[in-house]
């Protein structure tokens, strides 16, 4: 009898252990959930485009590196990256939100396709590999772009072109309350090309292979 009673006890205590992790992992999967809801409506469609401060396709952020994408959200969330919508977004999350939205999305998509390392680096034509080597582009953001020095620095490689080259030029900008980027190195880097040239570049840079991609999202419900 006792046998039998320490058994159905053992068997309750496993059901109940079974159940909480469930509900608890379920729990972790809702709060994740909420906390990138605001992020899918754009960059959860292929292709989505903005229409601020000009019209560019959103940048594709699955399989960004983790610690960028927390420097950039910290970074709207200060006031150093002017855009109302993203700055209005960053200034809801808190700084526990920011770490696990950008590990989120840092994850998010791995695996799909050819590692990066096992595809061929496309060479820039001589115009262009002139333009990278006046910005030491490399120096910072890596190998083919795909492998920055820095986990705070983005890679580049594969992405859009139009929102690379919005984003080299919002770095020449300054004293405007609601376009522009402040970082004293990429700023003295941008302001030495013509926009013509940065436009150059950013077409190069994204017609390289990356990890960058736009995972499609239904909205959560």
Known sequence: ???????????????????????????????????????????????????????????RIAGQ?????????????????KHPTMRGIADSLSEQDINDVSAYYAKLGQGEGAAVADKPVREPSAKVGELLK??????????????PIDPSYPKLAGQYSDYLYVSLKAYKIDNNPQIGRSNGVMGGVAKQFSNAELKALAGYISSLDGDLKTVPQAKFR
């Open 1 to 59: 009898m006792n046998k039998m009673l320490t058994t159905v006890f053992a068997l309750a205590v496993a059901s109940v252990t079974a159940f909480s992790t469930t509900v608890r992992a379920d729990e972790v999967k809702t709060d994740i959930q909420a906390k990138v809801a605001m992020c899918i409506g754009c960059h959860g469609i292929q292709g989505y485009q903005a229409t601020f401060p000009e019209v560019y396709k959103v940048p």
């Open 65 to 81: 590196g983790e610690k960028y994408i927390a420097a950039a959200l910290t970074a709207y969330k200060k006031g150093e990256r």
């Open 134 to 147: 006046k910005g030491a582009c490399v120096s910072c953001h890596g190998d083919n772009f795909a492998k």
